[in-house]
């Protein structure tokens, strides 16, 4: 993969406000990079779809890419599209996207999951997770949250309804999306090529392109750009103090980012939502961290005493479950192992602990009940893998 670096041109600068800063000629700092698959794409007139969240970094991508295909005289189509996350999203951040859609004079595409919002998602997850713990389809109660380890959050809300739309408007033909992240953001990010061919709008005739021009660009670097294009910050960064723009309340956020976003009104509301589920679910929104406990002057009496009682609900879940040896807790495969009549016992007597712990209706409860269910779950297990011709798991372990 050959990556050219590309630096803002004359005519990028003349088409921007008056450069009050100094900064247009430090080209240097807004060069972005342009690996070969993509310029050769793009120079054929590939679709152009810059994601925008309503943060600073998709700010920066959509004047900066937008800016790169003028200079090249790209003759495809380009787009901003937004996946909009309902009622978990910052209220600016869909005038944020909108705003600059009108200042590029380019077409804002707004998806949202057919299934229901963000916090919808993590309502009906808890309902299934709850269903599959009564039946015994999962060893331990299962959380509501994403979590850094399971992000579909991104996975569900944004990416494959993004995938979705871009396939529907170019279902042949190459087509490229171009994304904000940084390598300063995290170690993760650091090790992020500038290109990669994306599986989710890959066709039988057009692969798609995932660009990461400002792979090298930092916060600063961002911040200024933003404002020589003559544009201003969401109103997390400017009125809150924010150092990131997602959801109001991200899995992710740091203590600082989840107190600066209470602050807003108009995320209030869906914050005792959220923390009406860590009281009914008994799982903290973080793993070392009740996002109740952030804000709790914004819930009345009722919702703190009920949270105050999930945390203690949550102690006794913890306790019951970490009885639970090893090798019966989940694995690729589940169950691969049938328990013994003492491990069965103990498992009962751990969901009748649990489900009195949560408040949970709960089967299969007693010794017998739960190796009647083991040996139906093995057996549904083994049918799969038969049928996948992969190796079988018996009631004694692996069969290799």
Known sequence: MNIIRIHCSDEAAAASPPDLFGLMADVERFSIEVPSEVANVLAAGAPVFVGVSGGRDSQA??????????????????????????????????????RLAQRLGVELIVVRRN?????????????????????????????PWSTAAQRFCTAELKSQVIAREMRRRFPEGDVVSAVGIRREESAKRARMPAWKQDERTTRRRGAGHTWNPLLGWRRGDVNDYVRVRGDELHEAYRLFGSTRVSCAFCVLGSEHDLRASSNCTDNQAIYREMVA?????????????????????????????????????AQLRMSAEVRLPEHLLFVKGWPTVLPTPGEAALIARVRRDVAQAVGLQVHHTDRDAVLVRYRELMRVARAKVVANDLPLHTEEGLQT
């Not at 495809?76 to 910052?90: C, E, K, M, Q, T």
């Not at 903290?284 to 203690?312: C, I, N, T, Y």
């Open 61 to 98: 991508l959509a004047y900066r890419v937008c800016a790169h295909l003028d200079d090249i005289g790209h003759q495809g189509r380009r787009f901003l599209i937004h996946a909009d996350l309902g009622r978990v999203d910052w209220r600016d951040s869909l005038p944020v996207c909108e």
């Open 115 to 143: 299934a229901g919002d963000m916090m919808d998602r993590w309502l009906s997850r808890w309902t299934a997770n709850v269903a599959r713990y009564a039946n015994l389809e999962c060893v331990k109660l299962i959380l």
């Open 277 to 313: 589920l860590e009281a009914t679910s008994t799982f903290s929104f973080q793993s070392h961290r009740w996002l109740g406990d952030v804000a709790p002057d914004l819930l009345d009496a009722g919702l703190r005493a009920r949270l105050q009682e999930a945390k203690e609900r």
